[in-house]
C-alpha cells in the first residue's frame, strides 16, 4: 500500500513539474493565432513541442512562465507593388493572453490592426514596436493607457490625420518615441516636448503645420538627445537659443520645413551642447551661417552636417577641413559656393561621404586628391564648373564606393584604373561632361559593377567585347548620346544581372541576336536613335521588360504575339521611326502597358477593337503608318484605369539606396523619358509623365468613316491628332464633353457640317484646327474658338468667320469672307508670271543688301559687330 501512494505521489510530482515547465495554453493558442494571420511565418519549429516558451522569437519568464517577450518582426509578406500596403487583418485582441508581456516588436508585418482593446490590458509593456504596420491615428488614443512605456516605434504606419495630444500626458517614463514617415496632421502637441524623460523623438516625414509648440518660456524636456522634426510644413521662427538647457543633445533635424525661419548665430552665446549631428537642410537658416560662424565655431566634435538646399552663397567654407576635423559627413549641395577644390589643404582623414553639388566650384580635381579624402566612401562633385582631367590619383581611394563628376567641364579621358578589379567601386556618374577617347578606358574583359553612367560625353569607338557582371543587387550601364560605333557584341547580353540597359543616340549597328533572350531580369531596355536593322527575334522566355525604347533605328519586320518582350509586364513601348510591317494586332497582349507609340512605320491594316480591352493605356502613338478602316468606338470607353507605372519603377528600378546620415542616394536609372507630339511641339515626358498626359494620335494614316462620338467620353484627354486620314461625316458634338483638352487636330479629313458651337465651351483648348476640310457655315464666335486665327480653319470652301460687328447665328448667311481662295493649302498651282516677278524681285533686293554692307560704313559696323 506505501508502494502504491509513493507511487503515486511521485506520479503527480511528475505532471505537476512537466505543467510547471510548459506555458499557458492561452498564450500558445494566441500564438498559433498569430502565425496564422503571418502568412510569410515559419512556424515549424514551434510545431515541435507544445511548449511555446522553448519556441523561437518567444521568451518567456523564468517565474511565471508567462510570455515576456515576443520579437515577431520580418515575418509578414511584403506588399506587391502598387497593391494595398496592409491586406492582412489582425484583430488586436490577440495580444491580452499576454497579460506579463513587457516588450513585443511586431515590426515590418504589413498587417492592418483592428480593434485597441487587446493591447490596453498589458500594463506592463516597456517596449512596444509596430512600425511598418497599418492602423489609424485613433489607435493611438489606447496607447496612451500603456503608462509604463519607455520605447515606443510608430513609423511607416500610415496613420492620417490629427495626432490625439492627450495620448502623451500619461506617458511620463517614454524615452523614445518614434511617428515618422506617416500623414499625421495639424499641429505638434506640446506634450511631444514636454516628457520630462524623453530623449528621442523623430515625427518627421509627416504633414505637420504652424510653429514649433517651443519659446524661452517653454517647459521643454532637458533630457533630449536627438530630435527629428524634418521633413514637414512647419512654419514661424525656431531659435537656438531656445535649445540653451538641453545639455545633454547630440542630434537636431529641421530639414525641409521651408517657412521655418532659424536663428543660429548669437555673438558672445556658447551653447551647452556640443552637436554630433546637425542637419539643416531646405530650410529657413540664417544665410549668414558661412559669414558669422559663431555657433558651428562652437560645435567642436560634429560628425554630421548638412546645410544642403539653402541658397547659401559666398566663398567656399574651407576653414571647415581644418586638420582636426571631426566630420565624417558633409553635404552643402545646391547652394551657391564659390571657390575651388585647391582651397582644401589639409588631410581630411575623418570623411567618409562629402557632396559640393550644385554650386559654383570651378578650378581642377585635386591632383593629390586621394591624398585629401584618403577613406572617403562618397564624393559628389556634380553640378559644378570643374574643368581639366580626371586624375588617376583617384584610384587610390580604395574605400570609394560612389563616385559623381556629373554635369562638369571635364575633359580628356576616363583612367582606366577606375574599372581595376581591386577597387569596390559601384557606382561611377560622369555623365554631360566633355570626356572622351574609348569607352571604358578601352579595356576588353571587363567586369563591371552595379552602376555605371558614361553619357553625354564623346566617349567613341566600339564597346568592349567580354563584358561581364558581377553586379551586388542589379545594375544600370548607361552610355547614351556619345559616339559609339560597331556592332551590338554578343557579349552585351551575358550581363544577366543587369537591370537598366540605355545606348541611345549614338552609331551603332548589327542586329539584335537570340542571346538578348537571356535577359530575362531587365526592366528598362533603350537602343534608340542609332542604325539597329533586322527583326525582333522570337524569345522562347519574353524579356521582362517595363520600359522598352527602340525608336529611330532600322528594324523591320512583322511583329509576332509574344515574342520579344513580356506583353504582361510592358509599361512603356516605343518603336516609332523603323519600318515594322504587318498588322498591330498583336497590340492586344500589352495588358499592362500605359505608353505605346509606333508612329513612322509600315503597319498596315486595320485598329481592332481589342485595341479597347488596354485599360491602363493613357498615351497611344499610331501616327504616320498605313492603317485603314474606321476607328472602333470603344475606345471612348477607356477609363484611363489604374495607377501610373510610378511606383513600381522606383520598387524595380531604384530599389537600392546608398544610406549615409545627411545623405539618401537613389542608385536607380534616370530614365531619358518618351516622346508625344502635341501642340505642333514634340514634348518628352519622363519617369512621371503617365501621371500628367493622356494623349491618342491617329494622325497621317488611311482610317476613314465617321469619327466616332464617343470619342466625347474621354473627358481626360488633353491631346486628340485625327488629321491627314479620309474622315467624314460632321464633327461630333460630344467633343465638348472633352473639359481637359489642350489639342484638337481634325485637319485634312473629309469633314462636313458646321462646326459644333458646344466647342467654345472647351476652356482649355491652346491648339484647334479643322483646316482643310469641307466644313460649312460660320465660325463660332464665343469662348476658345474666337481665340484662334485664320490657319486653323483655312481650307474649307464653304466656311465663314463673321465680320467685325456682325452676329453669327445658325439661321443667318454667313456675311464675312470665306476661308477658302484658289490655290490655298497648294491646291492650285501658282501662276508662272508670279513666279518670275517674284523671283527678280529677291535679286535684286539681295544685291542692293550687299553692297549696302560692304559699301556703306554703317553697314561694314554692322558685319564687325555681328
Known amino acids: 500500500m506505501a508502494m502504491a501512494v509513493r507511487g503515486c505521489v511521485l ?7 512537466h505543467v510547471s515547465d510548459a506555458c499557458f495554453p492561452e498564450e500558445r493558442i494566441a500564438l498559433l493565432q498569430i502565425s496564422d494571420s503571418l502568412r510569410g511565418m515559419s512556424t515549424m519549429g514551434w510545431l515541435e513541442t507544445n511548449d511555446c516558451c ?24 511584403p506588399p506587391e507593388p502598387e497593391s494595398d500596403p496592409c491586406s492582412v487583418k489582425l484583430n488586436s485582441t490577440v495580444f491580452s493572453a499576454f497579460p506579463e508581456l513587457q516588450f513585443l516588436d511586431f515590426s515590418m508585418n504589413h498587417v492592418l490592426f483592428q480593434g485597441s482593446d487587446g493591447l490596453v490590458g498589458l500594463s506592463k509593456l516597456r517596449h512596444l514596436d509596430l512600425s511598418y ?24 504606419t500610415a496613420m492620417v490625420g490629427a495626432l490625439p495630444a492627450s495620448v502623451f500626458e500619461n506617458l511620463r517614463d517614454l524615452k523614445e518615441l518614434d511617428l515618422s514617415n506617416n500623414q499625421l496632421t495639424g499641429n505638434l502637441p506640446v506634450s511631444l516636448f514636454t516628457l520630462p524623460r524623453i530623449e528621442h523623438l523623430n515625427v518627421s516625414q509627416n504633414l505637420f503645420e504652424g510653429s514649433i509648440p517651443w519659446s524661452s ?9 536627438t530630435l527629428d522634426i524634418s521633413m514637414n510644413k512647419l512654419s514661424g521662427n525656431f531659435s537656438f537659443l531656445w535649445l540653451r538647457n538641453l545639455t545633454n543633445l547630440e542630434k537636431i533635424d529641421l530639414s525641409g520645413n521651408v517657412h521655418l525661419a532659424i536663428g543660429v548665430n548669437f555673438p558672445g552665446w556658447t551653447p551647452p551642447f556640443q552637436l554630433k549631428e546637425l542637419l539643416l537642410s531646405d530650410c529657413g537658416i540664417d544665410k549668414s551661417i558661412f559669414a558669422e560662424p559663431h555657433f558651428l565655431r562652437t560645435q567642436n566634435y560634429l560628425e554630421v552636417l548638412d546645410l544642403s538646399n539653402n541658397s547659401l552663397s559666398g566663398s567656399f567654407p574651407s576653414w571647415l577641413f581644418a586638420p582636426q576635423s571631426t566630420l565624417l559627413y558633409l553635404n552643402l549641395g545646391n547652394n551657391l559656393l564659390s571657390g575651388s577644390l585647391d582651397q582644401i589643404i589639409s588631410a581630411q582623414t575623418n570623411l567618409l561621404a562629402i557632396s559640393l553639388s550644385l554650386n559654383r566650384i570651378s578650378g581642377h580635381l585635386p591632383a593629390n ?30 574605400s570609394m564606393e560612389y563616385l559623381d563628376l556629373s554635369n562638369n567641364n571635364l575633359s580628356g579621358e576616363l583612367p582606366s584604373c577606375l574599372f581595376a578589379e581591386h577597387l ?15 569607352v571604358l578606358g578601352g579595356k576588353n574583359n571587363l567586369s563591371i559593377r552595379w552602376e555605371i553612367y558614361l553619357d553625354g560625353n564623346n566617349f567613341e569607338g566600339e564597346l568592349p567585347r567580354y563584358l561581364t557582371g558581377n553586379f551586388e543587387s542589379g545594375g544600370t550601364m548607361d552610355f547614351h548620346g556619345n559616339k559609339l560605333s560597331g556592332k551590338l557584341d554578343v557579349s552585351l547580353w551575358n550581363l544577366t544581372d543587369l537591370l537598366s540597359l540605355n545606348l541611345a543616340s549614338n552609331s551603332l549597328t548589327g542586329e539584335l541576336d537570340p542571346s538578348i533572350c537571356i535577359l530575362t531580369t531587365m526592366f528598362l531596355l533603350d537602343i534608340s536613335n542609332n542604325n539597329i536593322s533586322g527583326s525582333l527575334p522570337n524569345c522562347n522566355n519574353p524579356l521582362a521588360l517595363l520600359f522598352l525604347n527602340m525608336s529611330g533605328n532600322l528594324l523591320s519586320g512583322d511583329i509576332a504575339p509574344y515574342s520579344f518582350f513580356s506583353y504582361s509586364t510592358v509599361t512603356a513601348l516605343d518603336l516609332s521611326y523603323n519600318q515594322f510591317t504587318g498588322n498591330i494586332d498583336w497590340i ?3 495588358g499592362e502597358v500605359r505608353y505605346l507609340s509606333l508612329g513612322s512605320n509600315k503597319f498596315n491594316g486595320q485598329i481592332s477593337p481589342n485595341l479597347c480591352g488596354l485599360h491602363y493605356l493613357r498615351i497611344i502613338d499610331l501616327s504616320d503608318n498605313q492603317l485603314s478602316g474606321s476607328l472602333p468606338p470603344c475606345i471612348g470607353d477607356l477609363l484611363f484605369e489604374g495607377k501610373s507605372s510610378t511606383l513600381l519603377y522606383w520598387s524595380l528600378i531604384c530599389g537600392r539606396w546608398l544610406q549615409y546620415p545627411a545623405f539618401r542616394y537613389p542608385c536607380c536609372y534616370e530614365q531619358r523619358g518618351f516622346r508625344f507630339f502635341t501642340k505642333y511641339n514634340l514634348y518628352t515626358y519622363r519617369r512621371n509623365f503617365i501621371d500628367l498626359f493622356f494623349g491618342f494620335d491617329f494622325s497621317y494614316n488611311k482610317l476613314s468613316g465617321e469619327i466616332p462620338p464617343e470619342l466625347g467620353h474621354l473627358t481626360n484627354l488633353k491631346a486628340l491628332n485625327l488629321s491627314h486620314n479620309n474622315f467624314f461625316g460632321k464633327i461630333p458634338a460630344s467633343f465638348a464633353n472633352m473639359s481637359e483638352i489642350e489639342s484638337l487636330d481634325l485637319s485634312h479629313n473629309e469633314l462636313s457640317g458646321a462646326i459644333p458651337r458646344q466647342l467654345s465651351h472647351l476652356s482649355s483648348l491652346a491648339v484647334f484646327s479643322v483646316a482643310y476640310n469641307n466644313l460649312s457655315g460660320c465660325v463660332p464666335d ?11 480653319f483655312e481650307g474649307n470652301r464653304d466656311l465663314r468667320k463673321a465680320s467685325p460687328g456682325s452676329v453669327c447665328t445658325a439661321g443667318s448667311p454667313p456675311d464675312g469672307p470665306p476661308l477658302w481662295q484658289p490655290g490655298a493649302g497648294g491646291e492650285e498651282a501658282m501662276d508662272p508670271a508670279l513666279y518670275a516677278v517674284s523671283a527678280a524681285s529677291f535679286v535684286l533686293s539681295f544685291w542692293i543688301t550687299v553692297g549696302f554692307i560692304f559699301c556703306h560704313s554703317y553697314g561694314q559696323r554692322m558685319v564687325l559687330k555681328l
Open 217 to 225: 518660456r517653454s517647459n521643454i524636456s532637458s533630457s533630449f538627445r
Open 369 to 398: 586628391i586621394s591624398s585629401i579624402f584618403p577613406n572617403a566612401t562618397l564624393l559628389d562633385f556634380s553640378g559644378n564648373t570643374i574643368a581639366g582631367e580626371i586624375p588617376s590619383n583617384l584610384c587610390n581611394i580604395s
Open 133 to 156: 504596420n497599418c492602423f489609424d491615428a485613433s489607435f493611438m488614443e489606447s496607447l496612451g493607457k500603456l503608462v509604463p512605456l519607455e520605447v515606443l516605434h510608430l513609423e511607416f
Open 54 to 77: 522553448s519556441w523561437e522569437s518567444v521568451t518567456c519568464s523564468n517565474d511565471t512562465r508567462r510570455v515576456s517577450s515576443l520579437q515577431l518582426s520580418l515575418n509578414g509578406v
Open 588 to 590: 492586344q497582349t500589352l
Open 782 to 792: 464665343a469662348g476658345q474658338l474666337s481665340l484662334f486665327d485664320m490657319t486653323s
Open 11 to 17: 506520479l503527480l510530482l511528475l505532471i505537476v513539474s
Open 424 to 438: 569596390i567601386l559601384k557606382t561611377l556618374k560622369v555623365s554631360n561632361n566633355k570626356l572622351g577617347g574609348p
